[in-house]
């Protein structure tokens, strides 16, 4: 029987520019980044360079019109979400206006961002549920938010750090992602990966920092089976791991 075929997995080359500066690749070849508190700490820095000022990426009026673009980017990108809201906020805008839309009428708005009618019932049930609860307001406890329809923990999340302003840490694909290739995190589950992140970074940094870890996900870790070797911060971190081979 022949051995088994061994293959070499590398998607693509370095991006432009991506270079470690000297400083950090003498770091990493000292060893300063064996810790995870030491990765993270190179990470918050890096990532507060490369984006200084990182902003909400769901356009929003006030934390409903949030809530509603957070249940809407599910499984769709903001851009298509930033291009849809306009058309559904010009016929409601609010809990009360919406709970009174038909779902039909909801579903048929936002049927370009995909799962529409879960989403449009789910929209018009959390709106009408708003306004028999809280008083048409959104509210500040996850308890509360993650009792609506189509609201889970990292929408709620979303919702407590962006309209809000309370230190949250949604942990979305890019984030889990980048987490296990950064070594910050070894978790298999995105709870274990937003537990670990929130004891690696300080409290105050969290809001912007899981928007930082997202637009670089975006910009530079869309290789689909990336060999972690390819952009500036894993060469940093890693600078010894070598592409990673695979049986077939
Ligand atoms: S962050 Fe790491 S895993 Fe993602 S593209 Fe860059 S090298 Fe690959």
Same mark, same amino acid.
């Given at each position: +029987? ?7 997995? *590398? +998607? ?18 000292? =060893? ?7 990765? @993270? ?6 990532? $507060?360079?490369?984006?200084? #000022? !990182? @902003? ?6 006030? $934390?409903?019109?949030?809530?509603? $673009?957070?249940?809407?980017?599910? &499984? ?19 809990? #009360?206006? %919406?709970?009174?839309? /038909?779902?039909?009428? *909801? ?6 961002? =995909? ?16 306004? #028999?609860?809280?008083? =048409? ?5 996850? @308890?509360?938010?993650? @009792?609506? !329809? ?5 929408? $709620?999340?979303? *919702? %407590?750090? &962006? ?55 975006? #910009?530079?870790?869309?290789?689909? =089976? ?12 890693? !600078?010894?791991?070598? /592409? ?5």
């Amino acid at each position: +029987m022949n051995p088994p075929r061994r293959s070499v997995v *590398v +998607m693509e080359g370095p991006h432009e520019g991506d270079r470690p500066a000297p400083k950090e690749a003498a770091g990493a070849r000292a =060893g300063a980044f064996r810790t995870r508190p030491a990765r @993270a700490a190179y990470v918050d820095r890096r990532l $507060a360079e490369l984006y200084p #000022e !990182p @902003a909400v990426p769901l356009r929003h009026a006030d $934390a409903y019109t949030l809530l509603v $673009a957070v249940v809407l980017s599910a &499984q769709c990108t903001d851009r298509r979400v930033n291009e849809v809201t306009p058309r559904l906020w010009a016929v409601a805008a609010t809990p #009360e206006a %919406m709970s009174r839309r /038909p779902a039909a009428e *909801v579903e048929a708005i936002i049927r370009p961002c =995909g799962l529409a009618r879960q989403k449009a019932q789910a929209i018009v049930e959390s709106s009408r549920l708003l306004v #028999e609860r809280h008083g =048409g307001q959104v509210p500040r406890t996850y @308890a509360e938010l993650e @009792a609506l !329809p189509g609201v889970g923990h990292k929408t $709620a999340s979303v *919702v %407590m750090a &962006q309209a809000f302003g309370e230190p949250a840490f949604p942990v979305d694909t890019h984030i889990h992602r980048l987490a296990r290739r950064w070594g910050l995190s070894g978790g298999r589950s995105v709870e274990q990966t937003e537990r670990d992140l929130k004891r690696l970074f300080p409290r105050d940094h969290w809001n912007q920092l899981h928007l930082r870890i997202i637009f670089y996900g975006r #910009e530079h870790c869309t290789a689909r =089976g990336c060999d972690g070797t390819v952009c500036e911060i894993c060469r940093t971190l890693f !600078p010894r791991r070598r /592409p990673a081979e695979r049986r077939r």
